[in-house]
């Protein structure tokens, strides 16, 4: 058997002083001689997904103890992409991620642990964790806090926080008083957990247990239900099986595992942000993923489940119609089902006699909600490098819309002129300077589709950027456009007029501009000053690769 990492550096007598260290916290000879299990745990009062966390990691403690480890807890960032939304603050959000890769593999490695249980929720939490266990390359297993309960039904769907941001449009053209957004905001978020919509922390969430980094059926338990707890105390049991039979991350996270992952986004229509994290993922995990892959995915998965912001159902409705396993065990023939997951066992196995329950929120595969996938990838002149949408969110008389730009240098900008009735029906809102360079941190434009919405213009207005939008939103909107504006991609020289088209089904997106004309404004332009000098922002725009490489900071030499 392979000597543990911890007992190397535990040993007597040349490593007593690290055996003082741990007994002046209360640690025992017993405990000292078991695997040491670190449990990264992004716990905080900041985030209503991470809340629980405090509960949720005493009980992977005791499954670690059940199991014959010992558990030690440190703590990692994690910040709220809600509470960020729609001001200076969401161009943090994205550099959170690697930074929260960053720290995990610096204090497992430190501390030459055997295991790690990685405890999140959130949108750059999850994806974080999942590409520090790549890196790492250690027995790992996610553990997630579980999405929140929804409210009351408000305008014909039960109630979430993006109900508060519409509420304010609906506020703005006089439908609702000050009073009834007030009660909005009282209900419409009833408990701890992730959001209860189909967002990117719940995405990732059903991307980890695709990926076999999670426990079946762990995803989307609510983060009020005993069953919560449960799966934790059985990921604490199930890491020290893995440390003790030597399953390793890169063992589970590979090239098919990877596809199993895509393949369950494209079915349930996650998040756009997908496309971003699951490169990062793959990039530490030493795997070449191409965008492309995506969209090849895409066009062959059906669409089988439907949840906010494509439908009226929320991701409760999804776990209560079976979950995850369902869309699993109903995509079976197109999976790659020996694949590995944290139970030791293939994913086939896992999800054996699995099957779709043909409702209202999961289909199955002959009768599903369309015949292609969720997501799709753009390329054309406006995008050479690619784009990235979410045909699941987006109606279809709205999935070819051609019109005239209306360019804004700023997320900021464009939200002013929304809300002051300046965006007319037809035209195409181009939104640039906002990609991993240009933003920097390439901010989610959220508010901007939510004010659309709200207005009513969603569906008579469609957004471009070099930016990135939340798992929420719906309308036609196109993002992650590379190369983006401040590496000097076509969306830079975007002027007011110029007519943009945009083909879904055909996968373009087109700027209608003659190149001779695209030569001149190339030669005339110059990029604008960075918005942030000093600071870790300042870092990341420096070194962040571009959105189709998943605006990553490359962690090896190339």
């Known amino acids: 058997m392979t000597t543990r990492r911890s007992s190397r550096i535990l040993k007597r007598p040349e490593w007593s002083i690290n055996r003082a260290y741990y007994k002046s916290m209360g640690y025992s000879d017993s405990d000292l001689e078991r695997p040491m299990i670190a449990i990264a745990n992004a716990w905080s009062t900041t985030v209503p997904g991470h809340y629980n966390l405090r509960q949720v990691a005493a009980a992977v403690s005791d499954g670690i103890r059940d199991g014959g480890g010992t558990p030690v807890e440190f703590g990692v960032i994690g910040a709220c992409d809600g509470i ?46 999942l590409m520090a ?40 053209k006089g439908e609702i008083s000050r009073d009834e957004l007030v009660w909005m905001e009282d209900v419409c978020a009833p408990t701890c957990g992730s959001c209860s919509f189909l967002g990117t922390a719940n995405t990732m969430c059903c991307i980890a247990e695709a990926l076999g980094m999670s426990l079946p059926g762990s995803a989307m338990i609510p983060a009020v239900h005993a069953g919560r707890l449960q799966v934790a105390r059985s990921s604490g049991r199930a890491i020290v099986d893995l440390v003790d039979r030597g399953i390793t991350a890169r ?24 496309a971003l994290h699951l490169p990062a993922i793959a990039y530490e995990a030493e795997i070449e993923l191409d965008i492309r892959l995506f969209d090849r995915i895409s066009r062959s998965t059906p669409l089988i489940a439907k949840m906010n912001p494509a ?7 999804f776990f209560e119609s079976g979950g995850v396993p369902a869309v699993l065990g109903e995509l079976t023939p197109l999976l790659h089902t020996s694949a590995l997951t944290v139970t030791g066992r293939s994913l086939g196995d896992n999800i054996a006699g699995k099957t779709s329950p043909d409702d209202e929120v999961i289909k199955t595969m002959a009768r599903p909600f369309s015949t292609g996938g969720g997501l799709a990838v753009l390329f054309g002149t406006l995008a050479p490098d690619s784009a990235v949408t979410k045909p699941a969110a987006i109606r279809d008389d709205m999935q070819a819309f051609t019109g005239p730009a209306r360019v804004f240098e700023s997320e900021a900008a464009a939200n002013e002129a929304i809300m002051a009735g300046q965006v007319q029906p ?5 939104i640039r300077y906002e990609g991993p360079k240009g933003g920097p941190g390439m901010p989610e434009m959220f508010k901007a589709m939510k004010l659309l919405h709200g207005l009513g213009l969603s569906d008579r ?76 922002l300042y870092l ?19």
Not at 134 to 156: C, E, F, S, T, W
Not at 516 to 534: F, G, I, N, Y
Not at 544 to 553: C, N, V
């Open 84 to 129: 960020a939304e729609g001001h200076d603050g969401m161009r943090y959000i994205l550099p959170t991620r690697d930074l929260i890769a960053h720290c995990i593999e610096l204090m497992v490695q430190a501390h030459q642990y055997d295991g790690l249980v990685l405890l999140g929720s959130c949108d750059k939490i999850v994806p974080g964790m």
């Open 251 to 274: 063992q589970i996270i590979t090239a098919d595992s990877l596809e199993n992952a895509i393949r369950l986004t494209s079915a349930i229509g996650g998040s756009t942000n997908a």
């Open 311 to 317: 439908a009226s159902a929320n991701v409760i409705d």
């Open 426 to 430: 037809g035209e195409v809102v181009v």
């Open 133 to 172: 266990a790549a890196r790492l390359d250690l027995p790992a297993i996610l553990v997630n806090g579980g999405p929140m309960l929804g409210g009351p039904q408000i305008h014909g769907r039960t109630a979430d926080s993006t109900s508060i941001i519409e509420g304010v449009g609906r506020l703005q």
């Open 540 to 558: 990341y725009a420096r070194l962040a690769a571009s959105a189709d490489k998943g605006a990553i900071i490359p962690t090896r030499a190339t």
């Open 461 to 536: 207005v469609a957004l471009v950027t070099d930016g990135r939008f939340s798992g929420t939103n719906n309308g036609c909107f196109i993002g992650h456009i590379s190369p983006e504006a401040m590496e000097g991609g076509p969306i830079a020289l975007v002027e007011d007029g110029d007519i943009i088209a945009i083909d879904i089904p055909g996968k373009t997106l087109d700027l209608q501009v003659t190149a001779s004309e695209l030569d001149r404004r190339r030669t005339a332009w110059r990029p604008p000053p960075p918005r942030v000098s000093k600071g870790y």
